[in-house]
């Protein structure tokens, strides 16, 4: 059996045992190994698990991750998004759809402390939600724009898709959290505009706060609001400017902000010793669970870098079916997109990316702008039906008065505001790479 086909039963044996329901961790290690044991023997198999192990415990960006998650639980857990939302209430209150601007707004500022898009769409749902359908909002409009802004959590930094990524494509991860700034506020622009002209359309969509309600919010409440919805974001400039002066390294930004976003938490009276026992919990809970699917992840790359399956892939696109390398990447995006309608960006990174990344670099197409692409494109597999990862997030939190075919529909004017935005920067690299090469010329 030729290495070619070997490397499509690896891969086809992996699709069908997630079928099973199985940990995506053991799944994944558990080809690769097997693989490697009948390739090499015994020796390979041993060999390949420790070399990987060590590869990954030497990676030392990797500590970023749980002081990452464990910044975004905080945040959530003690509820300092609670103010944040509050402000945008009041100051975003008069504008149509004012409220659901606000909420975009505030999964930026969500994202610029989490890296998730889990914890996004927690914050958005008890918060968000509960306040937009009470003053007549369309629910489709606002659950459409509760998942569209938790999306943003993978892409504006620090983002911890992008440190996966980082690790598999060795690219480094600063220069890729620069990269995802600008296309980020550019795709939250989309979104506001998107809500803004729908809303003066239809006011019914999203109606504005009454005059009553505004005129009992006096200047110095607005004010005050100000004062504490912005304390996240000085979190979020504390850890990151260090960081882009050059002043501190990554895991010592990530830190930083672990500990700023704890030191807010208890000057808000908002820190329990339940509050911390159950952040670390998750963090724990998360972090396992990352390390494991990477471990995996690398032992999968290496069987395959070893079967040379990359260059079997690059001479079935490029020379069997002759298209060209723009077709060959909107062919990967393409891929991706229909994966996510079943995996998370996750599973899909560590799957397709030890097998695209080279090809992508032989292409002689930029890592960095790419690993930006893949990112608004898991963006855009979150909320693709019939079963995008945010959609069954966003019906297990919504109300009983919000079904299933209502958040379908709710997604669809947000993916085609995300293709675009995938088109420009795909149109334009310089959205994405202008910042890192500014900053790291």
Not at 146 to 158: C, E, F, K, N, T
Not at 240 to 256: D, W
Not at 321 to 342: C, K
Request: proline content about 5%; glycine content about 8%; overall charge neutral.
């Amino acid at each position: 059996m030729g290495y070619e086909y070997i490397a499509l039963v690896m891969f086809g044996s992996l699709m069908a045992m997630m079928l099973t329901g199985q940990r995506m961790f053991g799944v994944i290690g558990f080809v690769a190994v097997v693989a490697a044991l009948l390739l090499w023997g015994e020796r390979g198999g041993y060999d390949l698990a420790f070399a990987q192990t060590i590869k990954l415990m030497n990676w030392f960006p990797l500590m970023t991750l749980p002081m990452f998650i464990f910044m975004g639980y905080v945040l959530s857990e003690s509820r300092l998004a609670d103010d944040l939302y509050r402000m945008f209430h009041v100051w975003f209150g008069p504008v149509p759809g004012g409220l659901a601007i606000g909420t975009i707004l505030l999964m930026v500022l969500i994202s610029a402390m989490n890296g998730l898009s889990v914890a996004g769409m927690a914050i958005g749902a008890t918060i968000a939600l509960p306040e937009l359908l009470k003053r007549n909002y369309d629910k489709r409009m606002v659950t459409g724009v509760i998942q569209a802004g938790s999306s943003l959590g993978i892409l504006v930094p620090p983002s911890v898709v992008m440190v996966l990524y980082a690790m598999i494509a060795r690219q480094p991860v600063g220069q890729l959290w620069l990269a995802g700034i600008l296309p980020g506020l550019m795709m939250a622009a989309l979104f506001i505009l998107y809500i803004w002209l729908r809303c003066r359309i239809n006011p019914a969509l999203g109606p504005v706060l009454s005059k009553e309600e505004r005129a009992m919010v006096t200047r110095a409440e607005k004010l005050r609001l100000l004062q504490a919805g912005l304390m996240p974001l000085g979190i979020f400039l504390v850890m990151m400017v260090p960081f882009i002066m050059g002043y501190t390294r990554l895991v010592e930004s990530s830190v930083i902000g672990a500990l700023a976003a704890f030191i807010a938490s208890v000057l808000k009276g908002r820190m329990t010793w339940k509050v911390f026992e159950e952040c670390t919990k998750r963090t724990l809970a998360i972090t396992c669970m990352f390390m494991w699917i990477i471990l995996a992840a690398l032992a999968f790359g290496a069987v395959f870098d070893g079967l040379r399956a990359v260059d079997f892939v690059r001479a079935l696109f490029l020379e069997d079916l002759g298209l060209n390398r723009w077709h060959v990447l909107i062919l990967m995006q393409l891929s991706f997109i229909l994966m996510g309608t079943f995996m998370d960006d996750t599973a899909m990174l560590v799957i397709v990316a030890p097998l695209y990344v080279p090809i992508v670099a032989a292409l002689d197409f930029d890592l960095i702008w790419y690993g930006v692409l893949y990112t608004i494109t898991c963006q855009i597999a979150y909320m693709t039906p019939p079963f995008g990862y945010n959609l069954f997030l966003m019906r297990a939190m919504a109300p009983p008065e919000v079904s299933l075919m209502d958040i379908y529909r709710s997604i669809v004017p947000f993916v085609g505001v995300m293709i675009l935005g995938l088109a420009l920067v795909m149109m334009f690299p310089q959205i994405a790479l202008w910042l890192p090469e500014t900053l790291y010329r």
